[in-house]
């Protein structure tokens, strides 16, 4: 017996543990439905529903007439109706969920057959007081995403810089983002509701891989990204930096894609970068960075299965010139270059220059989604990406 309750408690510790560690994937709504004498309409229906997919959500509102609707798909646009029996409905389109958003709506209904006037919507997400912002949060929407798609380096240290609390730090391996002045490993990062953190603590960018500096899931699959910084919300935490939020994209009724090559090489960067006047600025050695990738989305029954699918391809040759400045050894160019003669002379094995080594940076990305409306109170999302580095 003594072992059964032990066994009962290390279950519930780790599902105390798994549910804090849970990343926000979705949107709510809620609100309060009245007439126009202000008296709040027990009963009344509501409905949202998200046009790309066609998939609708809908409550009652209680005893106070107020209505709560979780689990919502982030952005839209989404039509909302409500309706109560002797009075005009109420309606509200082209309205946009951001990420972890609870979009509030006050409506007010009329007896009068006349055009409903006086309506009094309420949704200032960026009201710093606003009650379901809880604490510092900054929101990237997918229009932001493309319009700064085209990075030098595509990696999320791009697209968090819009976070006003964020400062860039460089660490030996590469920029990173640093929050509230907090250690950039202290940082945790969620993709659709799973934390993807570099678990070793070696990568600056702290993701998976990041020293191979391949992004586990290129730019174009994101739907939305959210920076939460002290948050007193129990949904997300076990972070003192930054609790960086992500969702991918989903497939809608319509079809859509793209197609995207990023090309960069030394005649596109120009001379040594330096704010030194008085250094003598080179033109840099030869390098590629070559990026190609598509993603496709779309119904396979409209309205209720849908698809997405995202590939990308990264090849850069990256130069590594000798700098003699920086060379912490005793010995001259042309004494190495007599070392590296003479095991080629006397041990017939070449170890290989050191002026100008090309390093290769090669990664490959898969990711695929299916989305199942199965009625209004059940979907399935299933998700799965790939991704190698070399």
């Given at each position: 017996?003594?072992?059964?309750?032990?066994?009962?408690?290390?279950?519930?510790?780790?599902?105390?543990?798994?549910?804090?560690?849970?990343?926000?994937?979705?949107?709510?709504?809620?609100?309060?439905?009245?007439?126009?004498?202000?008296?709040?309409?027990?009963?009344?229906?509501v409905s949202?529903k998200?046009?790309?997919?066609?998939?609708?959500?809908?409550?009652v509102?209680?005893?106070?007439?107020?209505?709560?609707?979780?689990?919502?798909?982030?952005?839209?646009?989404?039509?909302i109706?409500?309706?109560?029996?002797?009075?005009?409905?109420?309606?509200?389109?082209?309205?946009y969920?951001?990420?972890?958003?609870?979009?509030?709506?006050?409506?007010?209904?009329?007896?009068?057959?006349?055009q409903?006037?006086?309506?009094?919507?309420?949704?200032?997400?960026?009201?710093?007081?606003?009650?379901?912002?809880?604490?510092?949060?900054?929101?990237?929407?997918?229009?932001?995403?493309q319009?700064?798609?085209p990075?030098?380096?595509?990696?999320?240290?791009?697209?968090?810089?819009?976070?006003?609390?964020?400062?860039?730090?460089?660490?030996?391996?590469?920029?990173?983002?640093?929050?509230?002045?907090?250690?950039?490993?202290f940082?945790?990062?969620?993709?659709?509701?799973?934390?993807n953190?570099?678990?070793?603590?070696?990568?600056?960018?702290?993701?998976?891989g990041g020293?191979?500096?391949?992004?586990?899931?290129?730019?174009?699959?994101?739907?939305?990204?959210?920076?939460?910084?002290?948050?007193?919300?129990?949904?997300?935490?076990?972070?003192?930096?930054?609790?960086i939020?992500?969702?991918?994209?989903?497939?809608?009724n319509n079809?859509?894609?793209?197609?995207?090559?990023f090309?960069?090489?030394?005649?596109l960067?120009?001379?040594?970068?330096?704010d030194?006047?008085d250094?003598?600025?080179?033109?840099?050695?030869?390098?590629t960075?070559?990026?190609?990738?598509?993603?496709?989305?779309?119904?396979?029954?409209?309205?209720?299965?849908?698809?997405?699918?995202n590939?990308?391809?990264?090849?850069?040759?990256?130069?590594?010139?000798f700098?003699?400045?920086s060379?912490?050894?005793?010995?001259?160019?042309?004494?190495?270059d007599?070392?590296?003669?003479?095991?080629?002379?006397?041990?017939?094995?070449?170890?290989?220059?050191?002026?100008?080594?090309?390093?290769?940076?090669?990664?490959?990305?898969?990711?695929?989604?299916l989305?199942?409306?199965i009625n209004?109170n059940?979907?399935?999302?299933?998700?799965?990406?790939?991704?190698?580095?070399?």
């Amino acid at each position: 017996m003594k072992h059964l309750y032990l066994l009962l408690l290390i279950f519930l510790t780790a599902g105390l543990y798994t549910a804090s560690a849970q990343g926000i994937t979705t949107s709510s709504m809620t609100g309060v439905v009245t007439n126009d004498k202000g008296e709040t309409l027990p009963g009344a229906t509501v409905s949202a529903k998200h046009q790309p997919t066609g998939k609708e959500y809908g409550v009652v509102t209680n005893e106070k007439g107020i209505f709560y609707i979780r689990n919502m798909n982030v952005g839209g646009p989404y039509v909302i109706d409500v309706n109560f029996v002797g009075y005009r409905s109420f309606k509200l389109s082209e309205v946009y969920l951001q990420l972890g958003q609870e979009f509030k709506v006050t409506a007010e209904l009329s007896e009068d057959a006349v055009q409903l006037e006086g309506v009094d919507i309420i949704a200032d997400q960026d009201d710093i007081f606003d009650g379901n912002r809880m604490g510092a949060k900054t929101v990237i929407s997918g229009e932001v995403i493309q319009d700064i798609a085209p990075t030098a380096s595509r990696n999320l240290t791009d697209y968090l810089r819009y976070t006003p609390q964020a400062g860039l730090v460089e660490t030996g391996d590469g920029p990173a983002i640093s929050f509230l002045g907090q250690n950039n490993r202290f940082n945790s990062i969620f993709i659709d509701g799973a934390v993807n953190n570099d678990v070793f603590g070696l990568a600056g960018s702290g993701t998976n891989g990041g020293q191979s500096g391949i992004q586990p899931i290129s730019p174009d699959a994101f739907e939305q990204l959210s920076v939460s910084l002290s948050p007193y919300d129990v949904t997300i935490g076990g972070f003192t930096g930054g609790g960086i939020n992500a969702v991918t994209r989903s497939g809608t009724n319509n079809i859509e894609g793209s197609a995207y090559y990023f090309f960069r090489n030394q005649g596109l960067a120009g001379r040594t970068p330096t704010d030194n006047e008085d250094f003598d600025r080179q033109r840099l050695s030869d390098f590629t960075a070559q990026t190609v990738g598509f993603r496709v989305g779309g119904p396979i029954i409209k309205d209720k299965l849908f698809f997405f699918l995202n590939g990308e391809i990264q090849r850069d040759e990256i130069a590594q010139p000798f700098d003699e400045s920086s060379y912490r050894g005793d010995a001259t160019p042309a004494e190495l270059d007599n070392l590296r003669q003479t095991v080629i002379d006397r041990y017939d094995y070449d170890p290989g220059g050191f002026r100008d080594n090309t390093r290769e940076q090669n990664g490959n990305k898969i990711f695929a989604k299916l989305n199942w409306n199965i009625n209004n109170n059940h979907q399935i999302s299933l998700r799965h990406s790939y991704s190698y580095a070399e």
